[in-house]
């Protein structure tokens, strides 16, 4: 069983940036895809980036399209969102999430077998 932890949440302003890091344990991290998704008060979560076991594509929601850059690296087992320009409407927890398959992509959500326990983004205006 994969464990997901992730770290790097926080409080910023609109415009700032924050970059949030998944340790990945417990499997082999370079076998399979990664994605990050999120989920504000109220509503439903939903899917941010993804990337592909090797790092090669990567993939993102319209809304954060250009502003986001999801990345790994396998030796660390960790991969990575660095978020810029962020918005008060990417306030949310952020999820950090294992998928079963190798390619990933944006329609992951009924892929992903592991879920991190979520990191705090507040974007104040």
């Known amino acids: 069983q994969v464990q997901l932890v992730e770290s790097g949440g926080g409080l910023v302003q609109a415009g700032g940036s924050l970059r949030l890091s998944c340790a990945a344990s417990?499997?082999?991290?370079?076998?399979?895809?990664m994605a990050w998704f999120r989920q504000a008060p109220g509503k439903e979560r939903e899917f941010v980036a993804a990337?592909?076991?090797?790092?090669?594509?990567?993939y993102y929601a319209d809304s954060v399209e250009g502003r986001f850059t999801i990345s790994r690296d396998n030796a660390k087992n960790t991969v990575y969102l660095q978020m810029n320009y962020l918005k008060p409407e990417d306030t949310a927890i952020y999820y950090c999430?294992?998928?079963?398959?190798?390619?990933?992509?944006?329609?992951?959500?009924?892929?992903?077998?592991?879920w991190g326990q979520g990191t705090q983004v507040t974007v104040s205006p």
């Open positions: 999430a294992k998928d079963s398959q190798k390619f990933g992509g944006r329609g992951s959500f009924s892929r992903i077998d592991s």
């Open positions: 990337i592909s076991w090797s790092g090669g594509k990567t």
């Open positions: 417990g499997g082999i991290f370079s076998r399979y895809a």
